[in-house]
């Protein structure tokens, strides 16, 4: 297993006391989880923090993979400490088949999250696109684009897999509910 920072703007402590709220999104999957740490700031303008994937040998047998994304997001809240982690939910277009192994990555983040008591969002991959780019038919390209735009950054997360997690959290950070 690896985990590639693709971007990384602050420090972790350093963004946990200035952020306001943080939100971690993932973007689930057995062989690339993609994964963004945003800030909410109380205006509720936003900050990227780190973005990123996790990447699992396909070598490896299933239950190998789902506990090292289990240890990678465990350890990305460890760092963070983020107010809620925002998941995006299955697809029920794909087979059923990769729609079970995309259930167990999702099962491995849910409860990593829920070991640390915090709140779970999950979104629909056509909800998320809705939020962050006006439309619940984006393609990849565009919803990197926006990602980009919202986030005031020189280029978009790279791979798609890290942008699309960006794109989870940006949607909890506008659609999503906060403590007072």
Request: net charge positive; with cysteine.
């Amino acid at each position: 297993m690896t985990a590639d920072a693709g971007l990384r703007e602050r420090d972790g402590a350093d963004a946990r006391l200035s952020a306001g709220a943080l939100v971690l999104g993932i973007d689930p999957g057995t062989a690339i989880t993609g994964y963004g740490v945003v800030a909410r700031r109380a205006g509720g303008g936003v900050t990227l923090i780190e973005c990123g994937v996790i990447r699992t040998s396909a070598a490896e047998p299933l239950a190998t993979r789902i506990r090292e994304i289990y240890d990678a997001v465990a350890e990305l809240i460890e760092r963070y400490r983020p107010h809620a982690v925002s998941v995006e939910d299955v697809f029920h277009g794909k087979n059923a088949k990769s729609a079970l192994k995309l259930g167990h990555a999702r099962g491995a983040i849910l409860l990593a999250a829920a070991h640390r008591d915090l709140a779970v969002a999950e979104y629909a991959p056509r909800q998320i696109k809705k939020a962050v780019v006006g439309t619940g038919n984006a393609t990849k390209d565009q919803v990197g684009f926006m990602v980009k735009q919202q986030l005031r950054l020189r280029e978009a997360p790279t791979p798609p897999d890290a942008a699309d997690g960006v794109a989870a959290a940006l949607c909890h950070c506008m659609i999503g509910s906060f403590p007072a």
